[in-house]
């Protein structure tokens, strides 16, 4: 890891992970507000981005494997940091504050209403192949979904 002067370790390599397969950071309060109205249609992965190594390592890859592997991908892909971009988070937990908060985490949106969440127990242990797996059956169930109702 890096340190800078008076900062904490460089994540940007963690943030790159996301943003080079296409999801978007939200990094302020005004972003996720942003999304959640203009992405209210259609289906949307928020990926709740974390520093921890134990999870996080594997829930990055995980999206790129399920994104990768699936035909049913979702309309749009949004991200927060948790740890990072503290007030950005707390601003996207409350589109979904049923759930406990989580981090690393999944949650996925169809028409602005959560459908699903992938807490950090589900990713916490498994191997990045597993948590693409999970992700890849929340978006084909929800997808197929959208597809049925327009066919």
């Not at 008076?6 to 397969?21: A, K, N, Q, Y």
């Not at 928020?46 to 494997?65: D, E, L, Q």
């Not at 602005?112 to 192949?129: L, N, S, V």
Request: charge should be negative; include cysteine; charged fraction near 30%.
């Amino acid at each position: 890891m890096q340190f800078g002067l008076g900062t904490g370790p460089d994540v940007s390599w963690m943030r790159e992970e996301l943003t080079d397969l296409g999801v978007e950071e939200l990094k302020t309060v005004e972003d996720v507000d942003r999304a959640m109205k203009e992405y209210n249609e259609g289906t949307m992965l928020m990926v709740i981005n974390s520093v921890c190594g134990c999870a996080a390592g594997n829930a990055r890859p995980g999206v790129k494997i399920a994104l990768e592997e699936s035909e049913d991908t979702p309309d749009h892909m949004v991200t927060v940091f948790a740890g990072q971009d503290n007030e950005a988070t707390a601003r996207a937990r409350e589109y979904f504050s049923e759930y406990p908060p989580s981090s690393p985490a999944f949650a996925y949106f169809q028409d602005g209403e959560i459908k699903a969440m992938i807490p950090r127990h589900r990713i916490e242990g498994r191997t990045k192949q597993e948590v693409a797996s999970d992700l890849k059956m929340v978006f084909e169930a929800f997808n197929g979904e959208k597809e049925a109702e327009e066919g």
